[in-house]
């Protein structure tokens, strides 16, 4: 189970487990003062590290005072990752998503909005009987509560609940927002005592540069401030450049009272998939059963297809180039699920992933005349790739740019996927310059227009933004049979995918673009909600108007995102050409390094297949130095 207060990026472990008796064994993560400053990417390694634990493993995370995060802005936060039940949760419930191949729920995602309401809720029916409510006991109790509640419905499609329960414990030691949870905790492991709980504490150990000898301090004050808040960590997670030296471990042990062998070096590796290998050489796993009293019930961790992923990610050189268009570039954790899709179809189709961050706005004709350099180097960039993509966004800045980049992807035969306002962006410029409708327009960014092709849906709120969209995992069927997205799907008849939208294709018009070339292969069960466009004429020109990267997993890339690169390397025809609709590459370099290929993540049903090969190949995090795959982003200042 995790527990995050949404403030910081890599947090403490709480682990928690149920040995013969009614109680589940939990985990918490939690990260020191410092952490936030050397550790850009969220969950980059908390995530194997839990993965590396020998059982099942449940989820719970993000206590802000928001409710939600659907309504924060994508600069501020990152991503919101959408769940199958339609909760707007924070993005890094989508990297437990795919690294333990889960589906959550929005009961999972705790915010500090969620416990206050619960608690105000329960005080406006009289639950507390006139008692003053306070923050000890009603919001401790209710935070332990939740926790207890959902740790107990199982996650990975078993019955009876997991074995362990993670809780990360986000923001760092010292923010007041965490000062409830940390309270709610520090009760919590009293009430189930030794054995049933374990803190994960991860710290920096910097090097500085001048010196080059690794410092201790910030680790030993982090864990001090964590004691005098009620919380001892059992093990010590220390994030570093480089190995750290055994005489740094027997200092961090003396000062922080945690035993030698429960000291974890987390340092840098070449890629994401060596550190469960870095885990199982440092014993991690068997810290974690000692500590949980499981070392009779757990298995030894079964790390070969790990070991491959990370000798496959190192042998891979020839690069496949996509342009991401799209307003939030700045922040390349607003489109982290898009770059995980793309990362796991790239090397499942053997070739290392380089994205171009292509600031929309600056492939517009304003930029080229107020920012000339800016504009002729996007269009560089746009021209240069093998494949274009354009994500999800919602508001009209860079619009222009966005239709533009559509417009060079369909007339030059560029690959092209378009997700959700991309396949509307699609629509958009397919009705301006084929059906030579100049007005042609969305009604989110001109409710006046006189061609509206987008349209607000009817059941859509104006005046509330939180929670009010189409939402969740809702099932597309295919209309076209032989169309590309239906093979790559594996010749099902429909798929279920995730959504997040306010707008949609008008369906009154849908005619009018079939008539002209343009096809709608994918539908809702009602017929007229469009989910899925494809030109038949064109190499790959695909718009979904659902989010296919929320359901991409390591090893089982999203099929539209694995058309895309397919395409972009020239693959796609040796991919869809399988007997029976059964998704393999006949490329010969596909099987040339000995590791089987993967098969598609189809979401769906319809038609009985034999199950695909499994694959050694997994997905990764993304980092500018080259662990997973290499961003060149280009911005106008």
């Given amino acids: 189970m995790l527990l995050d207060s949404g403030c910081g990026y890599s947090q403490t472990p709480f682990f928690l487990h149920r040995p013969a008796s009614t109680l589940l064994p939990f985990l918490i993560l939690g990260k020191s003062p410092w952490c936030d400053r050397w550790f850009p990417m969220r969950l980059r390694y908390r995530v194997p590290f839990s993965f590396a634990f020998c059982g099942r493993q449940q989820p719970i995370l993000d206590p802000y005072l928001n409710t939600d995060a659907g309504t924060m802005s994508p600069f501020e936060h990152g991503e919101v990752f959408v769940l199958d039940d339609g909760g707007e949760v924070d993005l890094d419930l989508g990297n437990y998503e795919r690294f333990l191949d889960i589906k959550l729920t929005r009961d999972n995602n705790i915010t500090t909005g969620k416990i206050y309401q619960s608690v105000i809720d329960k005080e406006r029916r009289g639950d507390y009987l006139g008692k003053t409510v306070q923050v000890v006991p ?173 000798k496959l990610y190192d042998m891979l050189h020839k690069t496949v180039r996509i342009a991401m268009v799209g307003k939030y570039t700045g922040l390349s954790d607003s489109y982290l699920s898009v770059l995980k899709a793309l990362l796991h179809a790239s090397v499942a189709c053997r070739r290392k992933l380089v994205v171009d961050w292509v600031p ?44 533009l980049a559509a417009k060079y992807a369909r007339e030059n035969k560029i690959p092209y996927l378009g997700i959700c306002l991309g396949m509307q962006i699609a629509v958009i410029e397919f009705a301006r310059s084929v059906m030579n409708l100049r007005e042609a327009n969305s009604m989110e960014f001109d409710p006046d227009t006189t061609a509206p092709v987008v349209i607000f849906m009817p059941e859509g709120s104006k005046t509330h933004m939180g929670g009010t969209m189409r939402l969740g995992s809702r099932r597309t069927f295919f209309t076209v ?54 030109l ?29 690169i397919a395409a972009s390397c020239r693959q796609l025809d040796s991919w869809l050409q399988a007997s029976n609709g059964q998704i393999s590459p006949a490329a010969p370099h596909a099987h040339s390094n000995g590791y089987p290929s993967p098969r598609t993540y189809r979401n769906g049903g319809g038609s009985l297949k034999k199950p695909a090969v499994k694959s050694l190949v997994n997905g990764g995090s993304f980092h500018s130095n080259g662990n997973g795959l290499h961003v060149h982003q280009h911005s106008s200042t």
């Fill in 138 to 310: 009603h919001i401790t109790d209710a935070i332990q509560e939740w926790i207890e509640r959902v740790a107990m419905i199982p996650v990975d499609g078993k019955e009876g609940p997991a074995d362990v329960c993670v809780i990360e414990l986000g923001g760092t030691i010292g923010d007041i927002e965490s000062m409830p949870f940390i309270e709610a905790l520090g009760q919590f492991s009293y009430r189930v005592g030794p054995g049933n709980f374990c803190l994960v504490h991860v710290s920096l150990v910097p090097v500085l540069k001048a010196v080059g000898e690794p410092k201790t301090k910030p680790t030993q004050h982090s864990v001090r401030g964590l004691r005098g808040l009620g919380l001892t960590p059992n093990i010590l997670a220390c994030r570093s450049d480089k190995p750290l030296d055994i005489n740094i471990k027997e200092k961090l042990s003396l000062f922080c009272h945690v035993p030698v062998a429960n000291i974890i070096n987390l340092h840098d590796v070449t890629n994401i998939w060596h550190i469960p290998l870095l885990l199982k050489e440092q014993k991690a796993h068997e810290a974690l059963l000692k500590l949980l009293n499981l070392q009779g019930c757990a298995e030894e961790p079964m790390l070969e297809e790990w070991m491959g992923r990370a």
């Fill in 536 to 564: 038949s004429s064109h190499p790959y020109y695909v718009g979904v108007q659902f989010h296919p990267e929320f359901k991409s997993r390591p090893g089982k890339p999203s099929a539209v995102f694995l058309g895309l």
């Fill in 360 to 403: 929309s706005s600056d492939l517009e004709e304003t930029a080229a005349k107020e920012a000339p350099e800016a504009y002729n180097a996007a269009w560089r960039l746009l021209s240069g790739a093998d494949g274009i993509l354009v994500p999800g966004g919602f508001g009209d800045r860079g619009v222009q740019g966005k239709i």
């Fill in 481 to 534: 049979a032989d169309c590309k997205s239906a093979k790559l799907y594996g010749k099902v008849s429909f798929v279920d995918e995730r959504h997040r939208h306010r707008y949609e294709v008008n369906p009154d018009m849908v005619p009018e673009f079939e008539k002209a070339g343009l096809a709608f292969v994918g539908k809702d069960e009602t017929g007229k909600r469009m989910e899925i466009i494809e």
